[in-house]
């Protein structure tokens, strides 16, 4: 009998948009008890150095990466320690601070309280989500008139322990979402150079996809394919919603509707259907701009699918194109006012 042996996604397939982690500052270095012991210099004193301080821990947000794996594989992080002061009134080395790199559009929340701590949105925006402990201060420091050779020295802080948990929304303009096999996948490798994996089969896309889409006035707009949601999302069906997440950002929601003959789902209870999981998520899902994409029209022989949803489009006030993302009917239309919609 042949063999079956579990195969293990690489490391660079994965796309990791959580990670909990332990993060640990440094502990500040302790001040340095001495006396100088010089010839020719009967009245020394105290001369002990204060302790360096400890390093923190910063996280940083940097273009270049896109997911969260090293955190995903890296589950501790600590900064090093301040060194102790010396004699001659030497002061200890201060521990460097140790900075984690994550994507631009990471949301920093404290664990134990579950309060957002930072949004790093921008290239460089960065947080101090562990602060380093301050060096002792020597002997030296403590000589007065009144008590020339102190016998005593602070230790340095304690460093300060947290655990983190790291969430990274993508930065998307419009995202794109819609029951399994709605055309999400053809419809982004359509109008970017984005190329997810396209199928005939439900669950093609197991990740989100970004593509960077070209407007005729030199505009530019990002757009996010997420994986397709079925009804009870919510509870773990399907896929979940946990890549719900990456459209919090969007501007506008593009929910594709299968029109074509093919179609398992009935227009309407399609929409129902979305919408239900999206708000269930966030309410405030359903209080962004939507638009409605009829797709596959190019495999539609008979238009009462179409006439349906265009029916219930305009009781609800909801803007409807319909398009083939194989021939390439109505998309430029759609297109031009996804650009507008999203311009800033």
């Known amino acids: 009998m042949p063999s079956h042996r579990s195969r293990v996604p690489s490391r660079r397939k994965l796309f990791a948009d959580y990670a909990r982690i332990k993060v640990r500052s440094g502990a500040g270095g302790r001040g340095c008890v001495s006396y100088r012991r010089e010839k020719y210099v009967p009245k020394g004193g105290a001369d002990g150095g204060n302790g360096g301080a400890g390093g923190s821990v910063v996280i940083q947000a940097e273009r270049n990466l896109h997911t969260l794996i090293d955190q995903r594989y890296q589950k501790h992080y600590r900064a090093a320690n301040g060194r102790a002061g010396g004699g001659n009134q030497m002061t200890g080395a201060c521990g460097p601070d ?80 819609g029951l399994p096999n709605a055309g999400k996948s053809t419809f982004l490798s359509r109008i970017s150079a984005a190329r997810p994996k396209i199928a005939d089969y439900p669950f093609t896309t197991l990740t989100p996809h970004l593509g960077v889409v070209q407007g005729d006035d030199f505009t530019s707009f990002v757009a996010a394919d997420i994986p397709g949601l079925m009804e009870g999302a919510h509870e773990g069906a399907g896929l979940g919603d946990l890549f719900l997440r990456h459209i919090e950002r969007c501007r506008v929601l593009l929910h594709l509707v299968d029109v074509s003959d093919a179609a398992s789902e009935d227009p309407l209870k399609a929409i129902v259907t979305v919408e239900k999981e999206l708000g269930r998520y966030h309410p405030d899902l359903l209080r962004k701009r939507r638009v409605i994409g009829a797709s596959k029209i190019d495999a539609m022989a008979d238009d009462a699918r179409l006439v349906k949803l265009t029916a219930y489009c305009q009781q609800e006030s909801l803007p409807l194109f319909a398009f083939s993302s194989v021939t390439g009917t109505g998309v430029a239309v759609l297109l031009r006012r996804l650009s507008e919609w999203v311009a800033p």
């Open 98 to 177: 140790l900075v984690i790199p994550v994507p631009c559009g990471t949301l920093i929340r404290d664990a134990a309280t579950g309060e957002i701590v930072a949004d790093l949105i921008e290239h460089g925006d960065s947080v101090r989500v562990a602060q380093g402990g301050r060096g002792g201060k020597g002997n030296a420091h403590f000589v007065s008139a009144t008590h020339q050779t102190p016998r005593f020295a602070q230790p340095g802080e304690p460093s300060e322990t947290r655990d983190i948990i790291l969430e990274l929304k993508l930065l998307a303009d419009v995202g794109i979402v």
